[in-house]
């Protein structure tokens, strides 16, 4: 599991030798573990020696994903957003703390870079951690702002009190955006998917702030509002006990 993340960190590749310096082992034991994944298309050499995650890993991940009915629930709802705004938009739920992202569509004829599927991100600077937090739990919103805030951009939020009364805002909006907090030049605004009370997922729309300016993100929150309270509604009365989210409400 420490060589995935390992590789995950770096998707350039690593050599043996630099897989073996990480995890603490002899540079043999480090070629046989990688061998035997490689043998699995767990990961793949990389042209000029070293290895990076692999195909067989998509297969794994796409099974996973759809076991969650949020995801499966969400897919159509997030497609047709997509069609309206012609940006990416993104499917969240909130993991021991951090938001984790399920899903992930993007308009036919945007560039994108980055695809955020099983990513995380801290909850307290994107658009959608502010969404499941506001809407989550007491227990699980003050045990995020216990935490030592990281600042990622010079507008990263970092103070528990403004904080706070960022998220009794969202509340109240009933959609959050962030403005180059979680990176510079992205713009994100979101909006929260409510099942019996509390939050589950959010779903997001997001775009590089020359495309997507802060003066639009209002419109779109409303329209991600929309959204959130159509998945809900597909969702109904499935239990929600296989998903992320509610696991990670009861900690």
């Not at 959609?175 to 019996?196: I, W, Y």
């Not at 779903?203 to 993100?217: D, I, M």
């Amino acid at each position: 599991m420490t060589v995935f993340e390992l590789l995950a960190d770096h998707p350039q590749g690593l050599r043996v030798a630099e897989v073996a310096e990480a995890l603490a082992v002899h540079k043999a034991t480090a070629s046989r573990l990688l061998a035997t994944l490689a043998a699995r298309r767990m990961i793949d050499r990389v042209p000029g020696g070293g290895y990076r995650l692999g195909p067989g890993l998509i297969r794994l991940a796409g099974i996973a994903l759809s076991g969650l009915s949020v995801v499966s629930s969400a897919r159509p709802e997030l497609e047709a957003l997509v069609e309206r705004v012609g940006e990416t938009v993104n499917l969240a739920v909130l993991d021991m703390g951090e938001v984790l992202y399920v899903d992930q569509v993007t308009a036919r004829h945007a560039i994108v870079t980055s695809n955020w599927v099983g990513r995380r991100s801290p909850a307290h600077c994107s658009s959608s951690g502010k969404v499941l937090l506001a809407f989550g739990s007491d227990a699980v919103r003050e045990r995020a702002l216990g935490k030592q805030l990281e600042r990622r951009t010079p507008r990263t939020v970092t103070d528990p009190d403004e904080l706070r009364t960022v998220l009794a805002d969202v509340r109240r909006r009933g959609f959050a955006s962030a403005v180059a907090e979680l990176e510079e030049g992205l713009h994100t605004v979101a909006a929260p998917v409510v099942v019996r009370g509390r939050a589950v997922a959010a779903v997001s729309v997001s775009g590089p702030s020359f495309r997507l300016p802060a003066r639009e993100l209002p419109r779109l929150g409303r329209v991600a509002m929309d959204v959130g309270r159509a998945i809900a509604r597909r969702i109904g009365d499935e239990p929600l006990v296989d998903t992320v989210a509610v696991r990670a409400t009861r900690r």
